[in-house]
């Protein structure tokens, strides 16, 4: 059983900041991708930036240049850090865990999100 557990969500001011982090249950090395999902009512979840099992990052356009992911392996956890917030980066953030396993496919694990608002 996997868990992951966001946390450092809140209220910020449009040109401000909020670091995320999402906490594994499980060493952090034994998925292959981690993700940071932002959800807003009535739209699906959208990826906003993930890392690799070898440390690569990747960022959706709107987080390029503002965000930053980053992870601690011995702590088990990994970090949103976002600048330069607007009010659009407002949403729910969720944390996702991917392993991708020959055997028996691919298996995500999501954890329960917690809550960014950005005021304009």
């Known amino acids: 059983q996997v868990e992951l557990v966001e946390s450092g969500g809140g209220l910020a001011q449009s040109g401000g900041s909020l670091r995320l982090t999402c906490t594994a249950s499980r060493s952090i090395l034994s998925f292959d991708v981690m993700n940071w999902y932002r959800q807003i009512p009535g739209k699906q979840r959208e990826l906003v930036a993930g890392?690799?099992?070898?440390?690569?990052?990747e960022y959706a356009d709107s987080a390029k240049g503002r965000f930053i992911i980053s992870r601690d392996y011995v702590k088990n956890e990994v970090y949103l850090l976002m600048n330069s917030l607007n009010p659009e980066d407002t949403g729910v953030y969720y944390c996702k865990a991917v392993r991708r396993r020959t055997d028996i496919g691919t298996s995500d694990y999501w954890g329960q999100g917690t809550q960014g608002t950005v005021s304009s």
């Open positions: 890392i690799t099992v070898n440390a690569q990052a």
